[in-house]
């Protein structure tokens, strides 16, 4: 952990897969040689599909690598270097069922524990709103380390020239729980998703500068996990209460120390192509029970599914992750000592968590609070993403649709549509100045790659504000692309401040953000409003979430097998 090298644009990039931040069933590959898990899949967005992540039929004259290789002759050297990549299916298990692990060898599993600092990022951490009872959410960072600097990873994860190389955060999944802990929502970012990455510092004091479009994964890469949170913190501003982090070996002894996690397949399955790509998984029809290295093989699995696409893969992993939520409640209600310690014994081993959760009393807290929430009752979904047009292959979040996701769980709104206490807004402790007295900097941030810059934005709003009191507002020079539109402000003082402006504007208090960019109460006038007087008002929950691959913990079923991989 906390490398203190920066990795380079380019340098062990991952091969796009658009549509999920899971393990993957390619290879290591460099986008600018063309050395890609799937040569023929074309860099822009899939022709057809309404989750734009079809087109990967295999077959004649498809571009999935033709039909599965008859027999054995599949299992080539080649694919067994092949990266296995992480998935967000198996993180937020270890949290949801392992309370009945307790207090078994209490100073013993403690020493076990990995700590690192929560937040790298040099804005600090957003406050949580209480709800009408005063009662405020819980929020943890689930994070997958593709690191290989164990002979353990370095035999799971394959990629030898990768040996003891950066690590990058390959799945990235929030946990929500709930202000009256009636729900949990998760969800999850693509570890291709193309973003800014703030400056961190790390615990020798060393700084990364901020980057303006990078891939989320090398957030680790970046003084540690307490930068992927910072990350994450600047994207949504949703507050982050604590991460937790587990790497390749940290996702088999899990599975194996449970038993195996029961998956199923309508048919007879074996995932490898002609030329030899695929996850090696082969299983019989119906449903089996999957644990170390089968395991990885499920999470990452793309070729063998209907379609072949990355949303298949998702809906695999979402099975998996759906199934062990199931299996850890079960096995925590268990009393036999032996199986509780090998679970005990497997999550402090696995785990790396911030300094809040340094011991087992307190992840066992954690766990009881997560635990109590009925299965029916956690949603699973992915951040809505298009494909980029800056950086073919890779995804953005989706302006409009991802804001309101993220505005759903600033705002405590369940996912599944069902009622839940809302949240309130807590005023700022700093009281506002005199609109007259205010300085307000306007900048027009509304550039985006199908339109370009809606004109003469900056001027208008400097206008409204004007005509609201704010008399000293004027525009500024253009702002980097932003999706939505933020009011920030550089210091405590200025908090109120920018709060009122951001009132008189319509626009919500969840876009107002701390920053070290700007030296007052600064508007960035985003993509969601490019024109019109008014700022839109985001939709009201609509009883589902935005985006796809939205699932829930209680569901079951088989994953439809295509018939090409079939034996």
């Given at each position: 952990?906390?490398?203190?090298?920066?990795?380079?644009?380019?340098?062990?990039?991952?091969?796009?897969?658009?549509?999920?931040?899971?393990?993957?069933?390619?290879?290591?590959?460099?986008?600018?040689?063309?050395?890609?898990?799937?040569?023929?899949?074309?860099?822009?967005?899939?022709?057809?599909?309404?989750?734009?992540?079809?087109?990967?039929?295999?077959?004649?004259?498809?571009?999935?690598?033709?039909?599965?290789?008859?027999?054995?002759?599949?299992?080539?050297?080649?694919?067994?270097?092949?990266?296995?990549?992480?998935?967000?299916?198996?993180?937020?298990?270890?949290?949801?069922?392992?309370?009945?692990?307790?207090?078994?060898?209490?100073?013993?599993?403690?020493?076990?524990?990995?700590?690192?600092?929560?937040?790298?990022?040099?804005?600090?951490?957003?406050?949580?709103?209480?709800?009408?009872?005063?009662?405020?959410?819980?929020?943890?960072?689930?994070?997958?380390?593709?690191?290989?600097?164990?002979?353990?990873?370095?035999?799971?994860?394959?990629?030898?020239?990768?040996?003891?190389?950066?690590?990058?955060?390959?799945?990235?999944?929030?946990?929500?729980?709930?202000?009256?802990?009636?729900?949990?929502?998760?969800?999850?970012?693509?570890?291709?998703?193309?973003?800014?990455?703030?400056?961190?510092?790390?615990?020798?004091?060393?700084?990364?500068?901020?980057?303006?479009?990078?891939?989320?994964?090398?957030?680790?890469?970046?003084?540690?996990?307490?930068?992927?949170?910072?990350?994450?913190?600047?994207?949504?501003?949703?507050?982050?209460?604590?991460?937790?982090?587990?790497?390749?070996?940290?996702?088999?002894?899990?599975?194996?120390?449970?038993?195996?996690?029961?998956?199923?397949?309508?048919?007879?399955?074996?995932?490898?192509?002609?030329?030899?790509?695929?996850?090696?998984?082969?299983?019989?029809?119906?449903?089996?029970?999957?644990?170390?290295?089968?395991?990885?093989?499920?999470?990452?699995?793309?070729?063998?599914?209907?379609?072949?696409?990355?949303?298949?893969?998702?809906k695999a992993q979402h099975m998996y992750m759906n199934s062990m939520v199931r299996e850890l409640r079960r096995n925590a209600k268990l009393t036999d000592p032996n199986k509780l310690r090998k679970l005990a014994e497997a999550a402090t081993e696995a785990l790396t968590v911030d300094k809040g959760l340094d011991t087992i009393g307190k992840l066992y807290d954690v766990a009881e609070q997560l635990k109590s929430v009925p299965t029916g009752r956690i949603t699973m979904t992915t951040m809505p993403n298009f494909y980029s047009t800056r950086k073919p292959g890779k995804v953005e979040p989706t302006p409009g649709e991802a804001e309101e996701l993220f505005r759903m769980i600033r705002e405590d709104i369940p996912l599944d549509g069902k009622p839940s206490k809302r949240a309130t807004p807590t005023a700022s402790k700093d009281p506002a100045a005199a609109p007259a007295e205010t300085g307000v900097t306007v900048q027009n941030g509304t550039y985006t790659d199908q339109y370009g810059s809606a004109q003469g934005r900056a001027t208008t709003v400097a206008g409204l504000l004007a005509a609201k009191g704010y008399t000293q507002a004027k525009a500024g020079t253009a702002a980097?692309?932003?999706?939505?539109?933020?009011?920030?402000?550089?210091?405590?003082?200025?908090?109120?401040?920018?709060?009122?402006?951001?009132?008189?504007?319509?626009?919500?208090?969840?876009?107002?953000?701390?920053?070290?960019?700007?030296?007052?109460?600064?508007?960035?006038?985003?993509?969601?409003?490019?024109?019109?007087?008014?700022?839109?008002?985001?939709?009201?929950?609509?009883?589902?979430?935005?985006?796809?691959?939205?699932?829930?913990?209680?569901?079951?079923?088989?994953?439809?097998?295509?018939?090409?991989?079939?034996?």
């Amino acid at each position: 952990m906390g490398q203190s090298s920066v990795r380079g644009e380019g340098t062990r990039d991952r091969v796009p897969h658009a549509r999920t931040g899971g393990w993957e069933d390619g290879h290591r590959g460099d986008p600018s040689s063309g050395d890609t898990e799937d040569p023929a899949r074309p860099a822009g967005p899939p022709a057809s599909g309404a989750d734009g992540g079809r087109g990967h039929r295999r077959g004649a004259g498809g571009g999935g690598g033709g039909r599965r290789r008859a027999g054995k002759g599949g299992e080539s050297r080649t694919g067994k270097r092949r990266v296995l990549r992480w998935s967000a299916a198996v993180l937020s298990l270890l949290i949801l069922g392992t309370a009945g692990a307790g207090y078994l060898y209490y100073e013993h599993l403690n020493s076990k524990i990995k700590k690192e600092d929560l937040t790298l990022g040099k804005n600090g951490m957003p406050e949580h709103r209480a709800n009408s009872a005063g009662q405020t959410p819980l929020n943890i960072l689930l994070i997958g380390s593709d690191a290989r600097n164990s002979k353990a990873n370095q035999e799971l994860g394959g990629g030898r020239d990768t040996f003891d190389g950066p690590p990058l955060a390959d799945v990235q999944m929030l946990v929500h729980l709930s202000a009256d802990r009636s729900n949990i929502s998760v969800v999850s970012m693509p570890r291709d998703t193309m973003l800014r990455l703030p400056e961190c510092r790390d615990a020798k004091g060393k700084v990364y500068p901020a980057r303006e479009f990078a891939q989320t994964n090398e957030s680790l890469d970046r003084g540690g996990p307490g930068c992927t949170v910072a990350t994450w913190v600047e994207l949504t501003g949703i507050p982050i209460d604590h991460f937790m982090m587990i790497d390749f070996a940290g996702v088999v002894s899990m599975a194996d120390a449970i038993g195996g996690v029961p998956v199923c397949v309508d048919k007879n399955i074996e995932s490898r192509t002609s030329d030899g790509k695929g996850s090696g998984l082969k299983l019989a029809a119906g449903t089996h029970p999957i644990k170390g290295e089968q395991a990885l093989q499920w999470l990452r699995t793309r070729y063998g599914w209907v379609g072949g696409t990355d949303l298949e893969r998702a809906k695999a992993q979402h099975m998996y992750m759906n199934s062990m939520v199931r299996e850890l409640r079960r096995n925590a209600k268990l009393t036999d000592p032996n199986k509780l310690r090998k679970l005990a014994e497997a999550a402090t081993e696995a785990l790396t968590v911030d300094k809040g959760l340094d011991t087992i009393g307190k992840l066992y807290d954690v766990a009881e609070q997560l635990k109590s929430v009925p299965t029916g009752r956690i949603t699973m979904t992915t951040m809505p993403n298009f494909y980029s047009t800056r950086k073919p292959g890779k995804v953005e979040p989706t302006p409009g649709e991802a804001e309101e996701l993220f505005r759903m769980i600033r705002e405590d709104i369940p996912l599944d549509g069902k009622p839940s206490k809302r949240a309130t807004p807590t005023a700022s402790k700093d009281p506002a100045a005199a609109p007259a007295e205010t300085g307000v900097t306007v900048q027009n941030g509304t550039y985006t790659d199908q339109y370009g810059s809606a004109q003469g934005r900056a001027t208008t709003v400097a206008g409204l504000l004007a005509a609201k009191g704010y008399t000293q507002a004027k525009a500024g020079t253009a702002a980097p692309r932003q999706a939505k539109t933020l009011v920030q402000f550089p210091s405590a003082d200025l908090e109120g401040d920018a709060q009122a402006v951001a009132k008189s504007l319509g626009i919500p208090a969840g876009s107002v953000k701390k920053s070290g960019t700007v030296s007052g109460i600064t508007v960035v006038v985003g993509a969601d409003w490019r024109e019109g007087d008014t700022y839109p008002k985001p939709p009201r929950n609509t009883g589902k979430a935005p985006g796809s691959n939205t699932s829930r913990a209680d569901q079951s079923g088989c994953m439809t097998v295509d018939p090409g991989f079939t034996w």
